[in-house]
């Protein structure tokens, strides 16, 4: 069965930097878009980045552009994400996601079939 599993999450102070990490199973991994959705306390869920099948394009919501880099490793199935400069606002569940028909990803025009149990991160002093 397809499984994804997210690590990495912690506690960071403001402007640090973190690398969240999602090994997948199940499915023939370099054949999917991926992603990354986060969700804040209290807020829906919000779109973070998208990878292509091959790693070599990428996209990013606003308030990731020029801080996070998504990334992966279709060798190891893996996926990545990189955040830099960390704001308190970045506190959130950090979830790696699936391309597939089902739950729209907010924001852009994709949805994903599968996700991750999340990974948290917490930016604060």
């Known amino acids: 069965q397809v499984q994804l599993v997210e690590s990495g999450g912690g506690l960071v102070q403001p402007g640090g930097s973190l690398k969240l990490s999602c090994a997948t199973s199940g499915f023939t991994f370099s054949s999917y878009w991926m992603y990354w959705v986060r969700q804040a306390p209290g807020k829906g869920l919000e779109w973070v980045s998208s990878?292509?099948?091959?790693?070599?394009?990428?996209t990013y919501s606003e308030f990731a552009a020029g801080r996070f880099t998504i990334s992966r490793d279709n060798d190891e199935n893996t996926l990545y994400l990189y955040m830099d400069s960390l704001k308190s606002e970045d506190t959130a569940v950090y979830y790696c996601a699936k391309d597939g028909p089902g739950t729209p990803i907010p924001g852009t025009g994709s949805q994903y079939d599968y996700r991750g149990q999340g990974t948290r991160v917490t930016v604060s002093e």
């Open positions: 990878i292509n099948t091959g790693g070599g394009s990428a």
